[in-house]
């Protein structure tokens, strides 16, 4: 929660009309992921207000922004198209009702999915994404962010072209006014902060433009004219049928639907508070914001709005334009659903170019441009990944970009260190093998080429004093070793493991020898 008496005169102005600019940019996007999931806009403009609402208030990150996004959206055409399929004889408003039933729950359940990873404390697993797949996240997204803008670029019947290029020559000659007023927007947003900072830039283009556009009658594609926005009202309970979730077939697509929802939805939310985190050094908590999102999408579902997550967009816009606090993501979320009930006239009249213009800015400002020049200097390994996370992003999905990248890095640092060494002496007629290295699953084969049992003499020494080992598989093969040298009647000693090691061992065990300077780690299976 938020205590007003914390803030300052200047905070509170910053936050006021960072968050307005933001509600603003909210309601396009609301409605257009509702159109990509099958139902109402209304479903998408509930989930901003209800999503945005708690996870200002509750969320990990002051000033984040969630609300409907495409990435979740997405999850649930598979679903929609699937009731189509089960209830063909519905028809069109009977099958949008049972469509929106099918994602409510959906929405309920990945809620209480995330509640419980964030209850969990499993919000910290968000640090196993490396850095050059944050770096792919971001670029990737940044430009998922551009290329969303183009269908309201482009030209009517544009079935009827043949070649991008003819669509493109189309388009400039159709929308040639909305070209315009994209140029003029993105110039406002680059150069007014360079004179003042007293507005955001984004919500003085909005204004000015507008006005600009009404007044003088121009013609071009509005907010009004994507969806019709003067029946909208304020949100109430509404129950989705229950007993859905009777069916075996339904719990079948409705599960793993909610557990994608919501994996996909953590994944976003976290990384975006990790760009946040880099770009103002404050570091937000996980674990607080995945019971936050949990509880906004649970609560979403149960007042007629759909499942989301953070918006990556926005809340760049939100901490550029100044909005740092929870009241910026507050007023928002708030100031969004005032605007589309009681003057949706006002935001009907709004040029659809103004905030494509807007999300332009958004694009370019998200994108690392610093990682371009890093690439050059990187391991190939990292640059591989990157690469691929950026790719996978734009053409497939944000969570299997980020899973993807990984297990590439994962695999990729296995490799690297499935080495340990043996360096070799003599002591007393003894042969010393002091290993240098981690032992786990990766390096037990390195392991297992460092000994010549058909040659050693008949008293070994395996000193771990450089050496750690790091899983079951590194225990088992020093139990393996051991019953081998046993075998070919030869005395094997180990000395400075870990206690915990030594216990963990079975056959190796009654080997150990006890030193003062023995490590104190743990096995990291029993960690």
Request: hydrophobic letters at 50%.
């Amino acid at each position: 929660m938020f205590n007003i008496q914390n803030y300052s005169k200047q905070n509170i102005k910053n936050d006021v009309l960072s968050g307005a600019l933001v509600a603003v940019a909210l309601v396009p996007e609301a409605i257009a992921f509702s159109f990509i999931a099958g139902v109402s806009p209304v479903v998408g403009l509930y989930a901003a207000f209800i999503i945005g609402l708690i996870t200002s208030l509750m969320g990990g990150k002051p000033g984040m922004i969630s609300g409907a996004t495409g990435s979740v959206a997405v999850v649930f055409v598979s679903l929609g198209l699937w009731v189509k399929q089960q209830y063909p004889e519905l028809d069109t408003e009977a099958l949008s009702m049972m469509i929106l039933h099918y994602i409510l729950l959906t929405s309920i359940l990945a809620g209480l999915i995330q509640i419980a990873i964030g209850l969990m404390k499993m919000g910290k697993f968000i640090r196993l994404v490396p850095q050059p797949a944050l770096f792919g996240f971001v670029n990737g997204l940044a430009i998922v962010i551009a290329l969303a803008q183009l269908p309201f670029l482009a030209p009517a019947n544009i079935e009827q072209y043949d070649g991008w290029m003819e669509i493109i020559t189309a388009s400039l000659s159709e929308n040639y006014i909305m070209y315009i007023i994209i140029i003029l927007t993105m110039a406002t947003m680059q150069y007014l902060p360079k004179v003042s900072k007293a507005v955001p830039a984004g919500l003085v283009a909005i204004v000015l433009i507008t006005l600009v556009v009404y007044t003088m009658g121009i013609d071009t594609k509005t907010v009004g004219q994507m969806a019709d926005l003067s029946n909208v009202s304020f949100p109430h309970l509404y129950l989705p049928d229950f007993s859905i979730l009777l069916s075996a077939e339904s719990l079948k697509v409705i599960i793993p639907t909610a557990v994608i929802v919501a994996l996909v939805g953590l994944i976003e939310s976290l990384l975006t508070l990790s760009v946040l985190d880099e770009m103002g050094g404050e570091r937000g908590s996980g674990n607080k914001e995945c019971v936050a999102l949990g509880v906004g999408n649970t609560t979403a579902g149960f007042f007629g709005g759909m499942a989301g997550c953070a918006m990556i967009g926005q809340s760049v816009i939100n901490f550029t334009s100044g909005g740092l606090g929870r009241l910026s993501s507050f007023t928002a979320a708030v100031l969004l659903i005032i605007l589309v009930v009681m003057f949706s006239d006002v935001i009907s009249a709004i040029p659809i170019a103004v905030l494509v213009g807007i999300m332009f800015m958004v694009s370019i400002g998200t994108f690392e441009f610093s990682s371009l020049k890093r690439i050059k200097h990187m391991p190939k390994s990292d640059a591989f990944v990157l690469i691929t996370v950026t790719i996978i992003t734009i053409f497939e999905d944000l969570a299997v970009a980020v899973i993807a990248g990984i297990i590439i890095s994962a695999l990729v640092f296995a490799w690297e260190h499935a080495k340990i060494f043996a360096h070799t002496s003599t002591e007393n007629g003894k042969k010393i093998y002091e290993l240098d290295g981690p032992l786990f699953f990766g390096s037990v084969t390195s392991f297992n080429e460092q000994f010549d049992i058909e040659n050693d003499p008949d008293e070994v020494v395996l000193d771990f004093k450089k050496a750690r080992v790091m899983d079951s598989s590194g225990a088992e093969a020093i139990d393996a070793l051991t019953e081998k040298y046993k075998k070919a009647g030869k005395k094997l000693t180990i000395r400075h493991l870990s206690e915990d090691c030594k216990k963990t061992l079975k056959t190796a065990g009654p080997f150990c020898t006890y030193e003062e300077d023995d490590p104190t780690y743990k096995v990291a299976h029993d960690v």
